[in-house]
């Protein structure tokens, strides 16, 4: 079935530097809808930016990820980190425009020092 | 401008007892609605999902069941809550494509 994989669990950065989270996903579908949300403390996710189409780069907030499906992966970077982005980041998977089910990744705490 | 509400905010309910937790859409006609389950610590896991009025789709059982009684509303619940069945509850909407709203959730500990 549809997986997305989050290697890091928790990144920890300082403000004002880059930061980067990774995902991949397998699907057999392929013209997959890629999705990254954001969720902070106690609070419920929120779209952060989406893309479906491959090789082109989506910004949102400063934050900025590109849909490779050569190498099935869709990456977040930001070039400087600030303190309020310090939340939990789910990149998440749908397998059409019409698909019925967003498959979620374990997601990756990031925490941002002064 | 739609909004979604989801009651209530929090639970503490004995195991074995029932549990009923609501969704309602407003400002929007026919949504696609979604129930999910985050356990603490964990992941987003779809439950549910429905697309029209009285039908709705299962997709991990976890001995809860949903309803959608209304275009607008979707339930959530269980005869006997088992202590596994804490968590974060939200619901979801949307149109036609996956673009999801999420609702502000509702906490749910069960002892």
């Known amino acids: 079935g549809d997986s997305v994989t989050q290697t890091e669990g928790l990144v920890t950065l300082t403000e004002g530097l880059p930061v980067m989270l990774n995902c991949t996903y397998q699907?057999?579908?392929?013209?997959?809808?890629l999705f990254w949300y954001v969720q902070h403390l106690n609070e419920s996710p929120r779209l952060l930016l989406k893309?479906?189409?491959?090789?082109k780069r989506t910004e949102h907030q400063g934050f900025h990820a590109t849909l490779h499906k050569s190498s099935s992966s869709f990456h977040l970077q930001k070039s400087s980190a600030q303190l309020s982005d310090s939340a939990l980041y789910y990149c998440?998977?749908?397998?059409?425009?019409?698909?019925?089910?967003?498959?979620f990744g374990t997601g990756t705490t990031v925490s941002v020092s002064p | 401008a739609q909004t979604i509400h989801q009651w209530p905010v929090a639970e503490i309910k004995a195991v074995g007892s029932p549990l009923s937790l609501g969704c309602t859409i407003k400002?929007?006609?026919?949504?696609?609605l979604y129930w999910y389950w985050q356990a603490t610590g964990g992941t987003l896991q779809q439950l549910f999902y429905?697309?029209?009025?009285?039908?709705v789709e299962s997709v991990v059982q976890l001995n809860l069941s949903a309803s959608r009684p209304k275009d607008d509303q979707f339930i959530l619940s269980t005869e006997k809550l088992l202590l596994s069945h804490s968590g974060f509850y939200l619901c979801?909407?949307?149109?036609?494509?996956?673009?999801?709203?999420f609702g502000s959730g509702t906490r749910l500990l069960v002892i």
């Open positions: 979801a909407w949307s149109l036609e494509g996956p673009d999801y709203t």
């Open positions: 699907t057999i579908y392929s013209n997959p809808f």
């Open positions: 893309s479906f189409t491959d090789n």
């Open positions: 998440a998977l749908s397998e059409s425009q019409g698909g019925r089910a967003l498959i």
């Open positions: 400002g929007k006609s026919s949504p696609n």
């Open positions: 429905s697309i029209t009025v009285g039908q």
